[in-house]
């Protein structure tokens, strides 16, 4: 059984940092691109960060600069450490890993960012 568990949302002052963590158990964690969306309240979920096996980044332009991407595949961990947060940053935020187009989405964690 495929399990996504993200953690480390929580509730931030603009400017502030926090750091999400994902702990993937039930896929060989090494071969899955892992990545980082956020659906904020009315609008439509999107990609913030993504990263391949190897270490490959790519990120929303929204994001570069503020937050980094990485994994621990020894851990079958991901992480998601955003900095300088905006409240435009609220959002919950979601885990996925995906190989050739087979996906899994974590529970989701909450990230509020107040002005």
């Known amino acids: 059984q495929v399990q996504l568990v993200e953690a480390g949302g929580g509730l931030v002052q603009a400017g502030g940092s926090l750091r999400l963590s994902c702990a993937a158990s039930?896929?060989?964690?090494?071969?899955?691109?892992m990545a980082w969306y956020r659906q904020a309240p009315g609008k439509q979920r999107e990609l913030v960060a993504s990263i391949t096996g190897f270490g490959r980044t790519n990120y929303a332009a929204s994001v570069k600069g503020r937050f980094t991407i990485s994994r621990e595949n020894a851990r079958d961990t991901m992480y998601l450490q955003m900095n300088s947060l905006k409240p435009e940053d609220t959002a919950v935020y979601y885990c996925?890993?995906?190989?050739?187009?087979?996906?899994?989405w974590g529970q989701g964690t909450q990230v509020t960012v107040s002005s």
């Open positions: 996925n890993a995906d190989r050739n187009g087979q996906g899994y």
């Open positions: 039930g896929i060989i964690f090494g071969v899955y691109v």
